[in-house]
């Protein structure tokens, strides 16, 4: 039997040991093999090893997050999804850098969900994009982990940039979802 291999890039190795040491300390015993396969996914700022694996296959992008499919709920880190709501003002605009990676990570996906996809930007419209978007007076720093993170692309000299489609994580999709709920009510 054949296996799909699967590719995980990790944007910042430091963090993604720092990361998998927490998870790892915090579990009782061995973890089985699912779950360590989780722990590597979350690590590297996917919500699960299953939504890794979604966007490893190629069956195009997600625009709007889905809900979660059944059992995916399991998986959400409600911890972290509380942390990085409290983030973000009313009007999504994120208010502070988080300190933890994880939490970055979430937020920065927030971010992601809110640039416009299929459409170059010059790295003015990117940056004055992000300046409306967050609070804390660093715009440049977001564009950088936005593409350190894989999920912007730009050209070689930085003059223009572009959404990357991907799947979001569970943890992203949960925010938004919440978020969108909640302004709902």
Same mark, same amino acid.
């Given at each position: ?8 890039? *990790?944007? +910042? ?7 998998? @040491?927490? /998870?790892? %300390?915090?579990? &009782?015993? !061995? ?40 059992? *995916?709920? +399991? ?7 509380? @942390?990085? /709501?409290? %983030?973000?003002? &009313?009007? !999504? ?93």
């Amino acid at each position: 039997m054949s296996r799909k291999l699967i590719p995980l890039t *990790v944007s +910042d190795t430091s963090s993604f040991a720092k990361s998998l @040491r927490m /998870q790892l %300390s915090g579990h &009782d015993g !061995l973890p089985s093999h699912l779950q360590f396969l989780n722990m590597l996914a979350r690590a590297a700022g996917h919500g699960s090893f299953q939504s890794l694996r979604a966007r490893a296959e190629p069956s195009g992008s997600v625009e709007a997050p889905a809900a979660p499919a059944p059992g *995916v709920e +399991d998986e959400i880190d409600r911890k972290l999804v509380n @942390r990085v /709501q409290r %983030s973000f003002d &009313d009007d !999504l605009r994120l208010m502070r850098w988080p300190a933890r990676r994880m939490d970055q990570i979430a937020a920065l996906w927030v971010l992601w969900s809110q640039i416009p996809a299929a459409r170059e930007m010059s790295e003015k419209e990117v940056s004055a994009l992000l300046r409306d978007r967050h609070l804390f007076g660093d715009h440049a720093l977001l564009r950088r982990e936005l593409y350190e993170l894989g999920l912007m692309t730009r050209t070689r000299d930085g003059s223009i940039y572009r959404r990357v489609e991907r799947p979001m994580p569970a943890n992203a999709a949960t925010i938004l979802r919440q978020r969108s709920r909640n302004r709902g009510s």
